[in-house]
């Protein structure tokens, strides 16, 4: 990390100043969090005697009775499947055809680049009731696929945009010389382009499995049985059902970010990086 | 998160390098490769984007349920009610006011914080991470806590009231109120994005540049604004970008906010798409919306590219 004004002591004063700041922002970021967490474990009547304090009478059955059961479970497993399906998809789509436009030289191949390209200029918000008609004409509703074909179709601009900027960077001379040993395309992707290029896959990867982990519009339009439902979608239904019961929800909440946030704290440097970079480099 | 990109904003888009790349013809399985690769993406694309795009287009010129075939013509009817109807309208002026909150708070907000963590104080890393945590969440569970805080009867504004001894105050339910704290929850979760470009920024400038402001004796104020801010141009056209291309689509946080309401007065273009539309089925309207939407986004997109790109 590089620092901008080490050169410049700062006076007490400035430390001061900046320590404060930065802490009641981070208050601000914090305390909604951490009160989500505590609430979690207070009765009703704590709750809204004493939202910020700990909780008087730990109700540890707020958790164990949303973690013991099985829609929690279920909810998570269907994120997951819907992101693990969208990562692999996005990966192994945008991977080929941008290297087709890194290495392969043919006939319009500009005019179909920028063709994807118009992918990132807008969202699928857009374009979601034509959508919702295609994917229910296809006899993909109330299925994984009918939420994942999208989000991938939609992703696929900027991934192709990465991967064929990544691929166009590699040496020179390792193209030279695979093809003087007569390596073809397909084997030169397989054996050269994808093993070198793990820093990439990481960031495509991580940019589209949290927009799926995340995403809420489209599951919402394309599924219609509560048992499809990932978490964002499940989230919804259980508030609306225990409405004011607060503390049920706070749990609940709770539970469904909590993977999000160890997987942060774990692997910080990469998921900024990759979101940062994902966006920058693009 | 944000689907789209910044490619329109962050380079010439597919100019070919000069041919120095370029594989020598007679290399093996040219065609093979071709025919391999590249369809798989070509199909899904065109299936899932632009022919939707397409038909949204062509949907907003009839009226229709989405059973059976499209026959009720209406010409620009749909948007002609659209531009008549004081929700779309509300709608509009949210997400413009959401891009000016952006502008004028959040990438200030996210600037500030991040000419403070970019230098060596103790504890930087921690602030970074913690500042940058909202960014990572759900909207939707960003959303849900925030309407637990800010609710009247058990969140903590109804504490916070009762400390300070005033009524309890239900924002959410307030048609006057709602909307700002709806835009208070929107720079909460993405101040911490936009500060980690700046960082990212601010650790690629050239330090002896500084240095030299520095050596000729320029103020704090005076390097910041006539050193870094400059040269962190092309970051702040990135951030501006991306406030205004997530502005015009949001749509997650807002509905376990409010929904839309109270009285419609925090609908931003896509949640009327979607309670006017989609919950309704009214196929030519919801396309009409999207039709809207979608000319917003590329005359900023190529407006965006013709201003700024020739300086890059």
Redesign the interface.
Known sequence: ????????R?STGT?IY??V??II??A??????L??AL?GFKT?GD??T???GLPVDWQWSNYTDILFGERYWRQMMNSLIIAVLTVTLTI???A??A??FA????FGS?F???????????????????????IRDLGLLNTYWGVV??Q???????S??LFRNYF?NLP?EL?QAA?VD?C???RF?WHVSLPLSRPIIATVGI?SF??S?????LP??MLNSETMYPW?LG??VY?GEFG?E?QL??AF?TV??LP??IV??LA?KH??AG??A????? | MTNFSATTAAGPVAEARPSARRKSPTVRGRLPVLVLFLPPALLLFTIFVILPMGEAAFYSLYRWDGYGLPTQFVGLRNFEVLFKNSAFLTALKNNFLIIVVSLVFQIPLALWLATMLATRIKGVVFFRLIFFLPYVLADVAAGLIWRFVYDGDYGLFAAIAGLLGVETPYVLADKDLAIYAVLAVIVWKYFGFHMMLFIAGLQSLDRSVLEAAEIDGATGWQKFRFVTLPLLSSTLRLSVFFAVVGSLQLFDMIMPLTGGGPFNSTQTMVTFLYNFGVTRMQVGLGSAVGVVLFVICVTLAFSYKRIFMRHD
């Open positions: 990390m590089t620092e901008m004004s080490s050169s410049i700062m430390k900046l320590y700041s930065l922002i981070a601000v970021v914090v305390v909604p969090l009160t989500t609430g009703l709750l809204r004493n939202p910020f192994s789509v945008s080929m055809a290297f087709t290495h392969v030289r043919f500009n179909l680049l920028n063709y994807f390209l118009i992918g990132l200029m807008f969202p699928a918000a857009t374009a979601i009731l034509p959508l919702f008609i295609r074909l999208p991938v179709a939609f992703g696929l601009g900027m192709i945009l166009r020179e193209f093809f007569g073809g395309y397909i992707f940019v949290v927009s982990w995340n995403s809420y519009i919402l339009i964002p989230i919804m508030r004011t607060w929800v706070l909440i469904t970010i999000t946030i942060f704290f910080q998921i900024i979101l940062t994902g966006a920058v480099k693009s």
